[in-house]
């Protein structure tokens, strides 16, 4: 996935200095969504849609489709949505707007440093553990797009790169308080981190390799352990013994 700094995407700094009413809007969320009935409508399509992408794929989606699965017609469906790209778009952003409030807002209630950057993670991986049966859009919806130019990738690339800015930011301010060494490389840590999560959704997923999620961890523990300073590795011990 894409390591550049999309251009649309806000500064992590600035997602921490806004209400998290405004910053539902900044991070993806739908400026085009009804109020009222015709929200929650809205709102139920985007529920059984998700659902249908994680197993058949973004591309998988339709509005005839979707409108059986519904029981609606397809006109009905239509008129909240007005194309399958808009559909697709809308997906990308329910899925979106689900992850950061399971994954990011918890972890804003934690301190900067190492508290904050190990229950991003650990929610991270704990949604990607759930979603080993569903599949993951984020991962699922690279496969799809990622050589596949247009307005449907440019929002996966962009809730992605929102979430790899935000995962950013917690590894520097970690440093910055001293729980990381000085030395340590925030992109490099980015990229293993990632790279945990990967090989947990493809071992999980595809060759179904029991304890995947539990060689994740352990595979994120070495990983904090190599980098953290001797105050950071108390905190990395004291955190994960609460967790057990």
């Known amino acids: 996935m894409p390591r550049?700094?999309?251009?649309?995407?806000?500064?992590?700094?600035?997602?921490?200095?806004?209400?998290?009413?405004?910053?539902?809007?900044?991070?993806?969320?739908?400026?085009?969504?009804?109020?009222?009935?015709?929200?929650?409508?809205?709102?139920?399509?985007?529920?059984?849609?998700?659902?249908?992408?994680?197993?058949?794929?973004?591309?998988?989606?339709?509005?005839?489709?979707?409108?059986?699965?519904?029981?609606?017609?397809?006109?009905?469906?239509?008129?909240?949505?007005?194309?399958?790209?808009?559909?697709?778009?809308?997906?990308?952003?329910?899925?979106?707007?689900?992850?950061?409030?399971?994954?990011?807002?918890?972890?804003?209630?934690?301190?900067?440093?190492?508290?904050?950057?190990?229950?991003?993670?650990g929610r991270w991986l704990a949604q990607v553990s759930r979603e080993v049966e569903t599949g993951c859009i984020y991962i699922s919806g690279a496969v799809e797009f990622d050589d596949r130019p247009g307005p449907v990738r440019d929002a996966l690339v962009h809730m992605v790169q929102t979430w790899h800015d935000a995962l950013l930011r917690a590894v520097r301010q970690t440093i910055e308080v001293g729980h990381l060494r000085a030395d340590a490389q925030p992109e490099q840590l980015l990229f293993e981190l990632h790279g945990l999560i990967l090989a947990l959704h493809h071992d999980a997923r595809l060759l179904r390799v029991p304890g995947s999620a539990q060689f994740a961890r352990q595979g994120y523990r070495r990983l904090i352990g190599h980098y953290a300073t001797p105050a950071g590795q108390k905190l990395l011990q004291a955190l994960l013994d609460a967790a057990d």
Request: proline share 7%.
């Open 4 to 121: 550049k700094s999309a251009s649309a995407a806000p500064a992590p700094a600035i997602m921490e200095a806004i209400p998290r009413t405004a910053a539902a809007v900044v991070l993806g969320a739908d400026p085009a969504e009804p109020q009222g009935k015709g929200r929650q409508t809205r709102r139920a399509i985007l529920d059984c849609a998700l659902q249908m992408a994680g197993r058949i794929g973004l591309e998988g989606l339709s509005i005839g489709v979707l409108a059986d699965r519904m029981g609606m017609s397809k006109s009905g469906v239509f008129a909240h949505f007005g194309s399958r790209e808009e559909l697709q778009i809308s997906v990308i952003r329910h899925y979106h707007a689900l992850f950061e409030a399971g994954a990011f807002y918890p972890a804003l209630e934690q301190p900067r440093g190492l508290p904050r950057l190990h229950m991003m993670f």
